[in-house]
């Protein structure tokens, strides 16, 4: 009786270990507080662990806090993470590398590193499709076909997502496409709930 006894709580304890291994190798989610809504995002770091680890650094800090959304084209993506809401450039850590060659695709709902025509400038901003983006996906190792890092996808909320999208938008002295009307990222936190 001892035996069986021992037996079980042996085997509660190793689901219990097993169940905790599963929930820390599940992907990190984050959820994004704006002022149109909330929506959350699940993060891949196996399939890009450079660009996880480096959004992961801003959202950690509260680097995102209070920024915009400050371009914003319907039907293509909309943009966010740089720019205060006087339209002033947050500074930020180094570039990081380009990891674009991970197999993951810039479709609807999918968030990716925003850059500069350098393949390896991605600092902290980022968009999220709103289309099926073919021309934006890893196409090769030319500075002109590397493409943009997908990262991880909108799990919850793309109807936030797509009415941000949505916004009317004007020209800001040399930007274009920024939203007539402020589109502001409350903050950017680690969801302790996934879904």
Do not use: W
């Not at 190798?25 to 995002?41: D, H, K, L, S, Y």
């Not at 999208?165 to 709930?193: C, E, F």
Request: net charge neutral; glycine share 6%.
């Amino acid at each position: 009786m001892r035996q069986i006894h021992f037996f079980l709580m042996f085997a509660l304890i190793s689901c219990s270990a097993l169940i905790s291994e599963v929930a820390l190798a599940a992907n990190p989610q984050v959820i994004f507080e704006t002022n149109r809504g909330n929506f959350i995002v699940e993060l891949y770091p196996e399939k890009a662990p450079k660009t996880v680890a480096n959004f992961m650094k801003y959202v950690d800090s509260g680097f995102y806090k209070d920024t915009i959304f400050h371009r914003v084209i319907n039907r293509f993506m909309i943009q966010g993470g740089g720019f205060s809401t006087d339209m002033s450039e947050k500074q930020t850590l180094a570039p990081i590398i380009n990891e674009a060659a991970n197999g993951l695709l810039n479709e609807p709902g999918t968030i990716a590193m925003a850059r500069t025509s350098d393949p390896n400038s991605a600092t902290a901003q980022f968009f999220i499709n709103l289309e099926n983006n073919v021309p934006l996906n890893f196409q090769g190792s030319d500075p002109e076909l590397v493409g943009y890092c997908v990262f991880g996808r909108v799990l919850k909320g793309m109807d936030v997502v797509r009415e941000i999208g949505a916004s009317p938008t004007k020209n800001v002295g040399p930007y274009s496409d920024v939203p007539k009307s402020t589109i502001l990222i409350h903050q950017i936190k680690l969801n302790t709930k996934p879904l």
